[in-house]
């Protein structure tokens, strides 16, 4: 059975950092894009980051802007997602995110094209 696990989510204030980890079990996901949504309250789930599966790619949402930085440890099966700057319009459910295919391109932004979800982990943001 797949499984993705977030952590690293929490309370910090404006200008603070945390570090999300997205450990993959139940199957290896080393050739496969990963890639990070966030969803905040009213909203509707948001592309933030993914890469590729040698790391060699990456792609960010529009509004990240050198904030955020994403990479991977193929050897671990886990994704990393590096928030800086924060801002309490950060504050969101993070998701981890996997695709069950091969492949790279501007599809890797649309939540639809991936297979597998992790159960999310709140940020939160305070100003």
């Known amino acids: 059975q797949v499984q993705l696990v977030e952590s690293g989510g929490g309370l910090v204030q404006a200008g603070g950092s945390l570090r999300l980890s997205c450990a993959a079990s139940g199957r290896t996901f080393s050739d496969n894009a990963m890639g990070w949504f966030r969803q905040a309250p009213g909203k509707e789930r948001e592309f933030v980051a993914a890469?590729?599966?040698?790391?060699?790619?990456?792609a960010y949402g529009d509004f990240v802007k050198g904030q955020f930085t994403i990479s991977r440890d193929n050897a671990q099966n886990t994704v990393y997602l590096h928030l800086n700057s924060l801002k309490p319009e950060d504050t969101a459910v993070y998701y981890c995110?996997?695709?069950?295919?091969?492949?790279?391109?501007?599809?890797?932004?649309?939540?639809?094209?991936?297979?597998?979800w992790g159960q999310g982990t709140q940020v939160t943001v305070s100003s």
């Open positions: 890469i590729s599966w040698r790391g060699g790619s990456t």
């Open positions: 995110a996997a695709r069950g295919t091969t492949g790279w391109g501007p599809f890797v932004e649309s939540p639809h094209e991936y297979d597998y």
